[in-house]
């Protein structure tokens, strides 16, 4: 199990009316992205919450949390919390919400459609996007194709016409 799924479900419920939420599987689990900045996520039945560097020490003097590290290197500005330390709904919303002000703290993170984080246009990464066997990753990749198409067609009826 990769994550608590009811755990899950608590969360989504506390982020539905936030702006710009997003949902994404990574570190082995499933975090939550407000405007493109990570703010908390789930790996187990243990919340991890982006609570920033000023917060952090205060953070894990709290009960039920410890330092978030899943490689032997610990991220300053994140900690994990319990299931004791989430059980109530009160405490949940309280630690989703300290995650949510941090990253509403932070500017808006811009679309990857464009270029990617090698500055690589989309058609140079169209191969990574095919790898992804998901249907919005299909769907990305259909769309880069049929641009890039059209941009070719384009060009050779203006070469044509001129």
Not at 69 to 78: A, C, E, F, S
Request: hydrophobic share 35%; aromatic share 8%; proline share 4%.
């Amino acid at each position: 199990m990769a994550y608590d799924e009811g755990l899950a479900q608590r969360v989504r419920e506390l982020l539905e009316e936030k702006p710009e939420y997003n949902e994404k599987k990574m570190f082995g689990g499933i975090c939550w992205l407000i405007k493109g900045n990570m703010a908390c996520g789930i790996l187990n039945d243990e919340v991890i919450v982006r609570v920033g560097p000023q917060q952090y020490e205060d953070s894990l003097e709290l009960p039920h949390t410890r330092k978030f590290d899943i490689t032997g290197r610990p991220m300053k500005g994140w900690v994990m919390v319990s299931h004791d330390g989430h059980e109530s709904d009160e405490d949940l919303m309280s630690w989703v919400q300290k995650g949510v002000n941090f990253a509403l703290s932070l500017p808006p993170k811009l679309s990857k459609i464009g270029k990617n984080k090698r500055g690589l246009s989309p058609i140079t990464s169209s191969s990574r996007i095919a790898r992804n066997n998901s249907s919005a990753g299909f769907a990305k990749f259909q769309q880069i194709c049929y641009q890039s198409i059209m941009h070719v067609m384009l060009s050779v009826w203006l070469c044509c016409v001129i």
